[in-house]
């Protein structure tokens, strides 16, 4: 299993970045799949899950402000951020049947 993220990078508060994950090696429209993030300092925490049928799961902290989707024909995850916050700053991982993603860092400034 292989899954590559993309899509971090410095952006202000208020703003917006959206994340992929690309995964192979799984059946992808049969796997649930997740983003998690851990900050400096702090443990990895879960950010949001979406099943192989669409059912959405978020954290408080980012619900009504961050989307998972998915793409089946492109194998692709996505996590959409909207509203950033400093505290959201962290490395973003992509999960899959127990299988991490090297992360991809998100920073949000002031």
């Known amino acids: 299993v292989r899954l590559v993220e993309s899509g971090g990078g410095l952006v202000q508060a208020g703003g917006s970045l959206r994340l992929s994950c690309a995964a192979s090696?799984?059946?992808?429209?049969?796997?649930?799949m997740g983003w998690y993030r851990q900050a400096p300092g702090k443990q990895r925490e879960f950010v949001a899950t979406i099943t192989s049928g669409g059912i959405t799961n978020y954290a408080d902290s980012v619900k009504g402000r961050f989307t998972v989707s998915r793409d089946n024909a492109k194998n692709t995850v996505y996590l959409q951020m909207n509203s950033l916050k400093p505290e959201d700053t962290a490395v973003y991982y992509c999960s899959a049947d127990g299988n991490w993603g090297q992360g991809t860092l998100v920073t949000v400034s002031e």
């Open positions: 090696g799984i059946i992808f429209r049969f796997a649930g």
